[in-house]
């Protein structure tokens, strides 16, 4: 017999969720902890690589001038092996060949004046003598070429000659941010010493049958230029400064690693008797 009071079923029970699932998701956070745990030990890595390129190149800034690499080496001449390194060249200078590239430095908008050196051997270096504000240059001052099949023959006992200090700087080619040097209009983003060689008619063999031109270019120091020499750019801009967040990097991915493998330990206590939502 009924009593009229409505019969309210009691709550529905459903089956746990299936182990086939779990076992889905266990794989899952595996792997994802070993992906973050791999990239945080690369960042671990590549933080004692920047370490150490900080501290051999902060020598190199701070060591006593030596010879740049002769002609011999420099086809070895790299970044992880010269640049940065505080060199000391004699010769004469090419004011003719100089070329403004365009530069943003601590002065403000402008350009670095390149200006090949002749040294005693025949050989050239290019010199970036420094800085000049854009309103004191324009790209188009100077001549793009010169004819004659060798500049630096003859010409040491008739120029003043110089001795330049500075820091040894590796080729750039190709141009700047999405900007590529024009040599045909005297336009240049980039320090690419072969272009520029080539742009000038520099290009060429040296009668020990090396290059003509280094593959490298050298930072003048400040006040290296001298008293009679045009322009009177400011040297010793360099700034020698390394991005390093790599321990930051190294931490971000060992937290994401640990908070995968917190989620796995919650959902392996409680995933049993998680219900799905109806």
């Not at 969720?17 to 992906?35: D, H, K, N, T, Y």
């Not at 350009?111 to 270096?125: E, R, Y």
């Not at 010169?146 to 001795?163: D, K, L």
């Not at 000038?200 to 090396?210: K, N």
Request: aromatic share 8%; charged share 20%.
């Amino acid at each position: 017999m009924q009593d009229g009071r409505d019969q309210h079923p009691g709550p529905v029970s459903h089956p746990p969720r299936s182990a086939l699932a779990r076992r889905v998701v266990g794989v899952a956070a595996l792997l994802l902890a070993v992906l973050f745990l791999g990239l945080g030990t690369w960042q671990v890595v590549r933080l004692q690589w920047k370490l150490d390129l900080i501290a051999r190149v902060d020598a190199r800034v701070h060591a006593a001038p030596v010879a740049p690499p002769p002609a011999a080496r420099w086809a070895q001449v790299s970044k992880e092996s010269d640049e940065y390194r505080r060199v000391r060249l004699a010769g004469h200078y090419l004011y003719e060949f100089t070329t403004p590239v365009q530069a943003v430095s601590e002065l403000g908008a402008g350009f670095w004046l390149l200006t090949p050196l002749c040294t005693a051997d025949g050989h050239i270096v290019f010199i970036n003598r420094g800085f000049v504000p854009a309103a004191d240059n324009k790209p188009g001052t100077y001549p793009g070429r010169r004819a004659g099949a060798q500049p630096c023959a003859g010409q040491g006992e008739q120029v003043e000659q110089v001795t330049v200090s500075g820091l040894l700087r590796i080729s750039e080619p190709g141009g700047g941010f999405l900007r590529e040097n024009d040599p045909a209009t005297n336009r240049w983003y980039s320090r690419d010493v072969a272009a520029l060689a080539a742009a000038r008619g520099l290009a060429g063999t040296a009668p020990d049958g090396a290059p003509v031109v280094a593959p490298f270019f050298v930072d003048a120091g400040k006040d290296q230029d001298p008293q009679g020499a045009p322009e009177r750019p400011v040297g010793g801009l360099t700034v020698v400064s390394f991005v390093n967040n790599h321990l930051v990097y190294a931490l971000t991915w060992y937290a994401l690693a640990l908070m995968v493998g917190a989620a796995w330990w919650w959902i392996s206590r409680h995933g049993a008797t998680m219900r799905d939502d109806d």
